[in-house]
């Protein structure tokens, strides 16, 4: 069985706790590979090794940062088939939606490239008599990422850009259930010359993450994960002083207009439903359709569409939709509500539970599910589900409609379909959640704008990528200068105003 370990100081090494948790190949249900979990003491070694090398690379100037991230995206490209092997092989997702997985952390470090630009400071000119101001933006020293299993390129890749571009060291403790890939780009990052110890890839769980929160060099650390472990995250972070952005779960909906057109609607939804088995922090979860007919009409289309679907193990060809759910566990809990849903007496029009795939019967795949005349009471609209189950709650009026997506709880993402230029702006500008779609139904941004939602899909105050990235991996200090003619004065006791 092979053994998985850590990545330190530029090279893999064995762990040291004797304890491991088990990574599953979900489509077969095997056990592929033993993770070891790291201790405290692994952690703060890891972090004071990164605290010595972090300094040379600080002191780099940003086009050389540039340069490394440039020579990455090279290596990334390269390599993009190995690497979506690996992650779906440990994820579950197709092979062409891996490499967008990869793709999309890739534009990041495309953005990173920029970081000369991106880190100038500002600069006044004769502020007062001979007196100049200007702000630096400089690293905060080591910093920390924590990812989550359902984008095991693209958020490691979200978090590590950024954080070593603006010249700091990064502890990167990736998800558990999916370690493979943030270990092989750990290892190109060197080959693009990063210096060693620069990024430290630490395995583990609880334990691990514990000690990042509590070591004192740690500066900032940035998660992606579920609410409640955002929210723990978040707390015990910025109670150590910390700055810290957590970035937790969704639900999100999609609001259909009477006028929308509703092939393109139903198209959109089984996507952006069923696309990597549901397990999408951007996945629609909750259609919303205005109006009884629209309704009616929805459901008719998207039945056979669902009913269509190709689930089936990452090697089954172009034309698989879908893949199994990451664990035994997420099956299970995925099948528990969607039970509950039927419990609580919603229709279940599309009954995925009695799926079983031949061949791979031990594999973690879940059928897909459609349910209709859900309400803002059941535990299938509350919760997130995390699996292929979409869920239809009718509305009477738009009004209606856009109440739901602000009375619920998280605030991830959102999209609306419609013909209607005024309803669709009156959306964007009103709703109160951090990311809209208008007639696109998974609304992530690109690497230069930024990723965040609101309400409880997010703690912090700024958001992934983009601008936002850079100033949350940097510290902004201000200068104000004279030189030298009003030292020649003598001393002032005054305090000083800029006349
Ligand atoms: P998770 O919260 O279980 O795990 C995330 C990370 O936290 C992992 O590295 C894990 O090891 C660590 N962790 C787990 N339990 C912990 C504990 N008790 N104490 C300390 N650390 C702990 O999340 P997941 O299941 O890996 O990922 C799915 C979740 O992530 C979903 O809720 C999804 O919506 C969310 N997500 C959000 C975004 C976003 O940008 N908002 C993006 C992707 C995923």
């Known amino acids: 069985m092979q053994e998985i370990g850590h990545w330190v100081n530029g ?5 040291t706790s004797g304890r491991f948790a ?40 940003p086009q050389k940062r540039g340069r490394v ?36 952390g890739l534009e990041v470090i495309e953005y990173c490239i920029g970081a000369p630009q991106l880190l100038k400071g500002e600069f006044t000119d004769s502020a007062g008599p001979g007196i100049d101001m200007y702000s630096m933006r400089q690293p905060l020293g080591v910093v920390a990422g924590i990812t989550p299993f359902n984008f095991p390129a693209m958020i490691p890749l979200w978090k590590m850009g950024p954080a070593l ?3 700091n060291a990064m502890i990167l403790k990736p998800s558990e259930r999916a370690p493979g890939v943030p ?21 583990g769980d609880k334990e691990s993450v514990d000690a990042i929160l509590d070591n004192e060099t740690v500066q900032a650390v940035g998660f992606v994960g579920s609410t409640p472990i955002a929210h723990y995250i978040y707390s015990r972070g910025t109670a150590n002083g910390k700055r810290v952005q957590c970035f937790g779960g969704a639900k999100n909906h999609m609001i259909i207009m009477p006028d ?26 909750v259609a919303v359709p205005v109006g009884e007919e629209t309704a009616d009409k929805l459901i008719e289309k998207l039945v056979p569409r669902i009913e269509k679907l190709k689930v089936g193990p990452y090697t089954g060809g172009a034309d698989v939709d879908y893949g199994p759910v990451v664990t035994a566990a997420a099956k299970e809990n995925i099948l528990r509500l969607v039970e509950t849903g039927v419990e609580q007496g ?25 349910f209709d005349h859900v309400t803002p009471d059941m535990d299938i609209y509350k919760k997130e589900i995390f699996g292929p189950v979409l869920s239809t709650v009718r509305a009477q009026s738009y009004e209606e409609a856009l109440k739901l997506a602000m009375d619920h709880e998280y605030g991830n993402g959102t999209a609306i379909f419609t013909r209607d230029g005024d309803t669709a702006r009156d959306f964007a ?51 104000t200068s004279r030189w030298p003619s009003g030292i020649k004065e003598g001393a002032s006791l005054n305090f000083k105003m800029m006349d």
Request: hydrophobic share 45%.
């Open 429 to 479: 500008a009103r709703v109160n959640v951090g990311m809209i779609g208008i007639n696109v139904p998974i609304p992530v941004p690109l690497a230069y704008h930024t990723f965040g939602g609101w309400k409880k899909s997010s703690f912090g105050d700024l958001n992934q990528h983009g601008p936002d990235a850079f100033r949350f991996y940097t510290r902004t200090k201000t200068i």
């Open 183 to 203: 270990l092989m780009l750990a290892a190109l990052c060197k080959e693009a010359g990063l210096p060693d110890g620069v990024l430290q890839v630490i395995n």
């Open 346 to 370: 919603a229709t279940l029009v599309v009954d995925g539970r009695n799926f079983s795939l031949q061949g791979y019967e031990n594999g973690f795949y879940v059928g897909p599910h459609l």
């Open 260 to 285: 929308a057109d509703l092939d393109q609607a139903a198209d959109a939804l089984v996507g952006a439903g069923f696309g990597a088995a549901g397990e999408r922090c951007m996945a629609i979860s």
């Open 165 to 167: 571009a603006c010249g």
């Open 69 to 104: 991230m440039m020579a990455l995206v090279g290596l990334i490209n390269r390599d993009m088939d190995k690497l979506a092997e690996v992650l779906s092989r440990e994820h579950g997702k197709t092979i062409p939606d891996a490499k967008g997985d990869i793709q999309r």
């Open 22 to 61: 088990d990574v599953f190949n979900p489509h077969t249900g095997d056990v592929q590979a033993k993770i070891a979990l790291a201790t405290q003491a692994e952690l703060d070694q890891a972090v004071a090794d990164a605290a010595k090398a972090q300094v040379a690379w600080g002191a780099t100037n």
């Open 11 to 15: 090279k893999l090494v064995a762990g």
